[in-house]
Nanobody
Framework: QVQLVESGGGVVQAGGSLRLACGAS????????MGWFRQAPGKEREFVAA????????TYKDSVEGRFTISIDNVKHTLYLHMNNLKPEDTAVYYC??????????????????WGQGTQVTVSS
């Protein structure tokens, strides 16, 4: 079992920055692929960013590339999402997720086996 707890959400003005954190416990964190997804009201949960645990592969949703950065601290077992130049359309509940492996794309929700409870990000215009 893997337990994930997100933090760092909040309310920020457009153009501002936030850093989300996802603490993991229960299993070795360094063996997995990890990602961030988000869900806005009335919309499907969508991919935001993901990486292999070795950090050899990173991928981003087109609309966040260049503004968001995913990173991991394997010593602290914590995944981060650094978000800069935030826009109102980034408003959503953000979830971190961990994969035990699989053939699906890093961007596929079905790849991931464990999910956090989510943290709200609200960007005001």
């Amino acid at each position: 079992q893997v337990q994930l707890v997100e933090s760092g959400g909040g309310v920020v003005q457009a153009g501002g920055s936030l850093r989300l954190a996802c603490g993991a416990s229960g299993r070795s964190f360094s063996s997995y692929a990890m990602g961030w997804f988000r869900q806005a009201p009335g919309k499907e949960r969508e991919f935001v960013a993901a990486m292999r645990s070795s950090a050899t592969t990173l991928t981003y949703k087109d609309s966040v590339e260049g503004r968001f950065t995913i990173s991991i601290d394997n010593v602290k077992h914590t995944l981060y999402l650094h978000m800069n130049n935030l826009k109102p359309e980034d408003t959503a509940v953000y979830y971190c997720a961990v994969s035990l492996g699989g053939a699906e794309s890093l961007q596929a929700r079905s790849l991931y086996h464990y999910w956090g409870q989510g943290t709200q990000v609200t960007v005001s215009s």
